[in-house]
């Protein structure tokens, strides 16, 4: 037995590693997705990829998390007065095995239920919605705050290694976000050992399945330069783009939206532009700067389109975010529906913009967010009731109706279909 080999043996977490990354590939290999249904990994170009949170936990998933992002108080029974999510999801399509059993009731006295993303099937059953609906892929997110807990570490590995099987299985892509939120100072090389272990254990830019540009892996890394007083620094940031670039890496950079000026969400700090300098591809957030269609269109005017100049100048991709809509009532305590979808109407109008503003892939947040009523995947028009919970809905429409919607925008940014200010979606996907 080799040094290696025996240290594998006496790390059963690493071993375990190995075997999923085995079993993966195995997988792969023995479900071939028609050539016609696969994307090209090898570019972000006109792809809308999704972010994926998979956060979300049960009591009984095997997780040891109890009820984290769907209940304030995780290890308590979630139910009335221990909620976070204002969108809840459409579980009529999953498994028995898939549902967990909540404190809430539906108006006609069932039992409502959620889902894991603990679950495998779970997790492939998203990445089949969107080979259904036409939408590219995901982002994977990877909270580096988190990565220290031996016990979030393991769910976010269990998460990573779902998504790279359903990628596969669905033809779709998949690539890995940072998120350095929460982060001390001199913290943020955890992103470094962590992206280190991840080709070394997991070899997870090799995959077939794993999204790449301009000939290399990409890596996302959000929360640069915002100006909410985080208390890791920009040389931070910028040694780990740095090393990211050396190591190979398609460096995709998640900002505040006013980066371009360094101003209002942004620090003024000359160091952020050096930073966006080394990167390749620049992602503003832009959930909350604007609230209507018509504000949509003026920030795409007057903020995307110099950004993309910007960015043009320097050989820089841009990747626009745009989201459905916007709500953390249950959260914060904040108006409930405080961006309205507007049947749809408000996502539609910034895919539009963005399509104008000349921008060739996009950022769409998210698949599965329904902490902040920002979720495209199937959700309910028949939330539990009772006990004052107020929850939104999808306005009456079919529960895959922002599904469709986000494919269709995929077709508008590959000029498969005109440039409208009103949309259709079919009935099928």
Known sequence: MSLEAGLIWLNPEKLLMRMLTYLIVCLSLATQVPAQNVVDRTTLTGKVMCGYQGWFNCEGDGANLGWTHWAKRRNQPFGPGNVTVDLWPDLSEYAAEERFATGFRHADGRVAEVFSSANRDTVM??????QDYGIDGAFVQRFANGLASPTLLRHKNSVLSHSREGANRAGRAFAVMYDLSGLRAGEVSRVRDDWTRLQSEMKIADDPAYLHHEHHPVVAVWGIGFSDDRDYSLAECLELVQWLKSDGCTVMLGVPSFWREKKRDAVDDPLLHEI?????????????????????????????SGDRQWCDARQIDFLPVVFPGFSWHNLTGDKLDAIPRLKGQFLWSQMTAAKRAGCEMIYVAMFDEVDEGTAIFKCTNDPPHGNDAQFLTYEGLPSDHYLKLVGRGGKLLRGDVPV????EVSPNP
Do not use: C, K, N
Request: aromatic content about 16%; overall charge neutral; hydrophobic content about 35%.
């Open 276 to 304: 966006l300098e080394s990167a390749d591809i620049v992602s503003p957030w832009s959930i909350g700067r604007y609230r209507t269609p018509s504000e949509a269109t003026r920030h795409a005017t007057t903020v995307w």
């Open 420 to 423: 409208t200010e009103t949309f």
């Open 125 to 130: 059953r998203h990445f089949q919605w969107m």
